[in-house]
């Protein structure tokens, strides 16, 4: 079994900052990849950040500058560092990660639960 686990959400000015944290535990192998996604209430999910097992990032315009994801492989852990949040960055933003579970597995998709970020004067 594999969970990630969410946290760091909250409540903040516009121009504030929040770090998330995604920590994946359970069985596992490898990670190869995780991506930070948000869906605010009546809008699909986006992508907002990624990086994969090598280091190459990516990330949606609207955040790119202000957002950094950032990942530490001993704790298989993934961060989203947010600065000079606005309020259209208000969602629920959840973790995806590919992981192998063994050496000999191919890679599965696991989500979060989500974690509220709410950018609010």
């Known amino acids: 079994q594999v969970q990630l686990v969410e946290s760091g959400g909250g409540s903040v000015q516009p121009g504030g900052s929040l770090r998330l944290s995604c920590a994946a535990s359970g069985s596992i192998f490898s990670i190869n990849y995780t991506g930070w996604y948000r869906q605010a209430p009546g809008k699909q999910r986006e992508l907002v950040a990624s990086?994969?097992?090598?280091?190459?990032?990516n990330y949606a315009g609207s955040v790119e500058g202000r957002f950094t994801i950032s990942r530490d492989n001993a704790k298989n852990t993934v961060y989203l560092q947010m600065n000079s949040l606005k309020p259209e960055d208000t969602a629920v933003y959840y973790c995806n990660a590919a992981i192998r579970t063994t050496r000999y597995s191919g890679s599965a998709f696991y989500w979060g639960q989500g974690t509220q970020v709410t950018v609010s004067s």
């Open positions: 990086v994969t097992s090598g280091g190459s990032t």
